[in-house]
């Protein structure tokens, strides 16, 4: 699934992992391929009632590898609505289930309510989180989970909370598009060090913007950050 620019999130992974000087190989997965054998990243994008149906049954087929895949810390990003199915379910307006795969303790269920619009979140590991949501389920996080980040400007996961996506262990959920990534570096970069750490044994050198990347390139960074926080909902 892929909209709002969620594919962005990984262009952005294949770049800044070039500017480090590795040679990344991104592969796409559809319902029926073949499971990658022994992926380091794993990027999902967002999707409507109708794309989640399209994918859930193979999303339950593959859901054991991918309970394996974080319990041995494998870095994920899941957006919108596959970060709703690594929850237990995504409950309908009209009362239908949705089966998740359990990943993330969360539970959604769809709403009259349309939370969109620009999102600044703070987190006590990235610094400062900003994003579009544009979603009518809301999540509920239970106890195996932490939060991803805490809500200054915006929703995030629901109207009764200031939670805004959700963690387990290297597994990070979140509702924001926009894409995400691009206006979030450090979670870009947190990405890459913890498959970069366990793919080689190694670190990288500092994560955030390496030498080599454009000049201008914190500075856009910074410019999209500040028009995306200053503007209205």
């Not at 962005?8 to 992974?13: F, P, Q, R």
């Not at 394996?68 to 690594?86: E, H, K, R, S, V």
Request: aromatic share 8%; hydrophobic share 35%; charged share 20%.
């Amino acid at each position: 699934m892929n909209i709002y620019g969620d594919y962005g999130n990984a262009l952005v992974l294949k770049r800044r992992l070039q500017w480090y000087g590795y040679d990344p190989v991104m592969l796409t997965y559809d319902p029926g391929d073949e499971f990658p054998e022994a992926p380091d990243i794993l990027i999902g994008g967002g999707g409507q009632d109708s794309g989640q149906d399209r994918i859930q049954q193979d999303l339950l087929d593959i859901g054991q590898r991918l309970h394996t895949l974080a319990d041995q810390d494998i870095p994920m990003l899941m957006i919108c609505g596959l970060y709703q199915l690594f929850g237990h379910f995504f409950e309908t307006r009209e009362g239908s289930r949705i089966s998740g795969i359990g990943i993330l303790d969360a539970e959604t269920y769809g709403t009259d309510s349309r939370l969109i619009g620009n999102v600044v979140a703070e987190s006590s590991e990235f610094g400062r989180i900003i994003g579009y949501e544009n979603h009518s389920g809301q999540t509920y996080l239970g106890v195996q989970v932490t939060p991803l980040a805490r809500v200054t400007t915006g929703e995030g996961n629901n109207q009764k909370d200031e939670h805004e996506g959700a963690r387990y262990r290297n597994v990070l959920g979140s509702y924001l598009h926009g894409a995400l990534l691009p206006k979030n570096p450090a979670v870009a970069d947190f990405l890459i060090g913890t498959a970069v750490e366990q793919r080689f044994a190694e670190k990288l050198p500092e994560l955030s913007a390496p030498s080599s990347a454009p000049l201008s390139l914190n500075a856009l960074t910074d410019q999209a950050r500040r028009t995306a926080a200053s503007r209205p909902r």
